[in-house]
Nanobody, 126 residues
Framework: VQLQASGGGLVQPGGSLRVSCAVSGRTFSHYAMAWFRQAPGKEREFVAVISWSGGNRYVANSLDGRFTISRDNAKNTVYLQMNGLKPEDTAVYYC????????????????????WGQGTQVTVSS
């Protein structure tokens, strides 16, 4: 299984960015997908998750509705749309695939995600 994250970069405060994660080697449409991030000197934290069907989504409350997760099962790709970016959003963003196919509900803890992308750097700075 391979997860390839892309779309990171440098953006000014208040700007928007969309990162993507393409998945191969697994029946993408059967698995929930999540995004996590790790800022310098901090532990990795949960950002957002979307169920295998796309019908259930959850974004960390601390993000105040600025981020949106979506998926395109035809393209085997999950997206994270980030709006109103702040300097504190600067981090490496990782996508991850749930280990359990067709899970009922979604999980925000790392332990259930068995496949991870390499991460994409997002830097918010003027």
């Amino acid at each position: 299984v391979q997860l390839q994250a892309s779309g990171g970069g440098l953006v000014q405060p208040g700007g928007s960015l969309r990162v993507s994660c393409a998945v191969s080697g697994r029946t993408f449409s059967h698995y929930a997908m999540a995004w996590f991030r790790q800022a310098p000197g901090k532990e990795r934290e949960f950002v957002a998750v979307i169920s295998w069907s796309g019908g259930n989504r959850y974004v960390a409350n601390s993000l105040d509705g600025r981020f949106t997760i979506s998926r395109d099962n035809a393209k085997n790709t999950v997206y994270l749309q980030m709006n109103g970016l702040k300097p504190e959003d600067t981090a490496v963003y990782y996508c991850a695939s749930d280990q359990q196919p067709m899970r009922i509900g979604v999980v925000t803890t790392e332990r259930v995600y068995d496949c991870w992308g390499q991460g994409t750097q997002v830097t918010v700075s003027s």
